[in-house]
């Protein structure tokens, strides 16, 4: 499967974000509110050609870095054996993206709207990276990248099947909740914890089953 064929989801993704930017173009003020804090109160605009070009810009930037690192990254850490799980996960970047990209022009200066857009982008994208993530292999520049998982395969496989979990329930945990009631806390919660856990995870890991070499499989 050649680099076009792989990247196809997420191809389509960047697609469906320029096709949204011409159309609603000509229908943006010349500002467009792009920033809020958690009191719901714009804190900053964007001219609606930023606005417009800045996130498909990102997602194709994302898309030639992480492509090229695969290619130039040593054989031991260049995950032959999960390169669908990265496109997968480039594709849930994608899809953030696209929800992003949505929030910040549909929202109009109102919040609760972007939070709306937003939080179904976020459910989306811990549901379909959440069902790849505990197949990726140690690398450099994808995933759970700390000192334990980085020198365990065990301790990465560990960490990384549980975080892929967690993502699961808390994407779909989100998109419930987000149906009846938007709050921004209650996002933050459901998006920082399935990151969380397993950063706290990895490090007991390492004490509970590999210092002491009690049990439980060590690097190979």
Not at 3 to 32: C, E, G, K
Not at 190 to 210: A, N, T
């Amino acid at each position: 499967m050649n680099l076009i064929q792989r990247n196809l989801p997420s191809l389509f993704a960047l697609v469906a974000m320029v096709v949204f930017s011409m159309v609603v173009f000509d229908s943006l003020p010349l500002q467009v509110p792009s920033d809020y804090n958690l009191n719901g109160e714009v804190t900053g605009t964007q001219s609606r050609e930023v606005v417009v070009s800045l996130a498909p810009a990102i997602f194709l930037a994302v898309l030639v870095v992480v492509n090229g690192l695969l290619r130039i990254s040593p054989s031991k850490f260049s995950m032959p054996n999960s390169r669908r799980a990265v496109d997968v996960i480039l594709f849930g970047v994608g899809v953030l993206m696209f929800f992003i990209h949505v929030a910040i022009i549909e929202a109009a200066g109102d919040a609760d709207r972007f939070l709306y857009f937003f939080s179904y982008g976020m459910a989306a994208f811990l549901l379909i990276t959440g069902n790849v993530f505990g197949k990726t292999e140690r690398n450099f520049f994808v995933g759970i990248r700390l000192p334990w998982t980085l020198a365990s395969t065990a301790n990465w496989k560990a960490t990384h099947r549980l975080a892929g979990k967690l993502m699961v329930v808390f994407g779909l945990a989100l998109a419930v909740l987000n149906t009846f009631y938007v709050n921004p806390w209650l996002l933050l919660a459901l998006c920082i914890g399935p990151l969380l856990l397993p950063v706290l995870y990895s490090p007991w890991y390492y004490f509970r089953y590999e210092k002491s070499a009690e049990s439980g499989p060590g690097d190979q």
